[in-house]
């Protein structure tokens, strides 16, 4: 069995469980996916190099938020069914990362019709990327907000060790064209114990939430350090500040951002919300999930940072305090 007693207790409902692919291995496929096999029968499609490591086992630990005696980590080894083509499934659930995503819709794209195709990552401009492959009723977008983490590899063996957070799993409102999918997908996710959200615009919600974490490595690297950066207030203020320049990006693309956070936060003086921003990265669960992310995802950061300044300069908004940060993503030293 995937999910091992040593994970922790977990009574599924009295529901018949549901047949789903990851297609993904990294964090996010992995640590969703031994979740779900609590209550469902998960596939893991990876390619075969990673199929045969996946194979002999995945060792998880996922720490709770907010720590504390009673909130001990969930852990054990997950020995997910593994495939190296699609297999059928009733949801399909799409974890790759931004750099990757062109790389699995070939595969992808055709099961639309066969499955309720459910996309969960970080993305700049999302339907953009699928309208080529995929009419916007054919999917279903969300985000998965409850894991963050990075992985602890040793030789041959993979290692997950990432932080589980209370809430966090968004999903798109409902529409007709989409509520059998949607429905599939929120009873999977609740049955397995995540809690899930509702979001009116996905889309503008991912293009928000990207230019945050697409900022981060350059305030980090002219920080130099993570612990300094939580407490230099400076640097902190001009990050809200490039912030404030990113949600005017997603404004000129028509994304209405003022019910999506941290935009609306962002009109507070910049003194004030620095001070929110150090708190948050003093905190142990944001610290350790920024850091393994930055150990194993930098690219993607780097990728998204300048993904969101080129957008600033097709639209004609100035965005000189995120350029400013340019010289030091692009080269990734340290000052």
């Known amino acids: 069995m995937p999910w091992t007693p040593a994970a922790g207790a977990w009574s599924c409902p009295e529901v018949a469980g549901v047949r789903i692919l990851i297609v993904g291995a990294g964090v996010i496929g992995l640590s969703y996916g031994w979740l779900l096999s609590r209550c469902h029968e998960t596939t893991v499609l990876a390619r075969p190099p990673r199929a045969e490591q996946l194979r002999a086992g995945v060792q998880m630990r996922l720490h709770r938020a907010g720590g504390?005696?009673?909130?001990?980590?969930?852990?054990?080894?997950?020995?997910?069914e593994v495939v190296t083509a699609p297999v059928d499934a009733e949801l399909t659930l799409v974890t790759v990362d931004r750099l990757h995503l062109h790389e699995v819709?070939?595969?992808?794209?055709?099961?639309?019709g066969r499955t309720s195709l459910?996309?969960?990552?970080?993305?700049?401009?999302i339907v953009t990327q699928l309208r080529e492959w995929l009419p916007r009723e054919d999917y279903v977008l969300g985000f998965p907000g409850q894991i963050g983490g990075g992985r602890t590899d040793a030789g041959g063996d993979?290692?997950?060790?990432a932080t589980l957070y209370r809430h966090g799993t968004r999903l798109e409102a409902d529409t007709p064209a989409k509520r059998a999918a949607l429905d599939t997908a929120v009873s999977a996710l609740t049955t397995a114990g995540l809690s899930v959200r509702r979001e009116r615009d996905m889309a503008g919600w991912l293009a928000v939430h990207y230019l945050q974490q697409s900022l981060t490595l350059g305030p980090l690297l002219e920080a130099g350090a993570y612990d300094r950066l939580c407490t230099d207030r400076d640097a902190l203020r001009r990050m809200v500040l490039a912030l404030r320049e990113g949600v005017a990006v997603c404004r000129?693309?028509?994304i209405v951002t003022g019910g999506i956070q941290p935009a609306p936060l962002l009109r507070l003086p910049a003194r004030i919300v620095a001070v929110g921003l150090g708190r948050m990265f003093a905190q142990a669960d944001t610290r350790r999930m920024v850091l393994a992310h930055l150990a194993h995802g930098r690219e993607e950061w780097r990728a998204g940072f300048f993904e969101v300044l080129e957008a600033g300069e097709h639209f004609g908004v100035p965005m000189p305090v995120?350029?400013?940060?340019?010289?030091?993503?692009?080269?990734?030293?340290t000052r």
């Not at 350029?323 to 080269?331: I, T």
């Open 68 to 80: 504390g005696h009673r909130r001990q980590p969930l852990f054990g080894r997950y020995l997910p």
């Open 105 to 112: 819709l070939p595969t992808v794209a055709p099961l639309a």
């Open 118 to 125: 459910l996309f969960m990552l970080n993305h700049w401009d």
């Open 158 to 161: 993979v290692g997950i060790e």
């Open 252 to 254: 000129a693309r028509g």
């Open 322 to 333: 995120w350029d400013s940060y340019a010289p030091l993503v692009a080269g990734g030293s």
